[in-house]
């Protein structure tokens, strides 16, 4: 993704914003996409919860579990199936000429936009399901630990711990 697309409308504080903030840091996009490919992780809820750390919020349990149902429902029904086409996209593209290539990447290029403004949406609605900042919010790395938990199959603790301190 172009800086000036991931740029675009992006409000200071946000989540959004701090999502292009961390994934942009040396790094977090291999270890996102590697608990998002090995482990089932998604990255949007992660990234929720160390924003979550990061701007002073404490989501209790039902927070969290809620934020994951949330995520789950949206990647099922929007940004799984638009991953899928642009991931199969990219590997038809062997088969195919000069001519269709280009049409192909064209239309690749067009789903992972889609792909990115449902993430992207999937991040305004978490934000919006976020407590207000407080006090006693969790460090990054008891906040993603907390929130991988609430998701499910918790990947190896060291993986969520490096993607914390890479966010910090």
């Known amino acids: 993704m172009s800086e000036a697309q991931t740029r675009a409308g992006s409000r200071a504080g946000s989540l959004w914003a701090y999502a292009l903030d961390i994934y942009g840091r040396a790094g977090v996009e291999a270890r996102c996409l590697q608990l998002q490919d090995a482990y089932g992780q998604s990255v949007p809820y992660l990234i929720w919860s160390l924003w979550m750390a990061a701007s002073g919020r404490a989501p209790d349990t039902a927070t969290l579990e809620a934020g994951a149902a949330l995520a789950r429902s949206w990647e099922a029904a929007a940004v799984a199936p638009l991953r899928t086409l642009r991931r199969e996209l990219k590997t038809s593209a062997r088969a195919l000429g000069a001519g269709p290539e280009r049409r192909r990447e064209h239309l690749r290029g067009g789903v992972q936009k889609l792909e990115l403004d449902a ?9 919006d ?17 907390a929130a991988a938990a609430a998701w499910g199959a918790a990947p190896p603790a060291n993986l969520l711990q490096d993607l914390a301190a890479r966010a910090a």
């Open 129 to 145: 399901a976020s407590p207000q900042a407080g006090a006693s919010a969790p460090s990054a790395a008891e906040a993603i630990v």
């Open 119 to 127: 993430e992207r949406m999937l991040l305004e609605m978490l934000e």
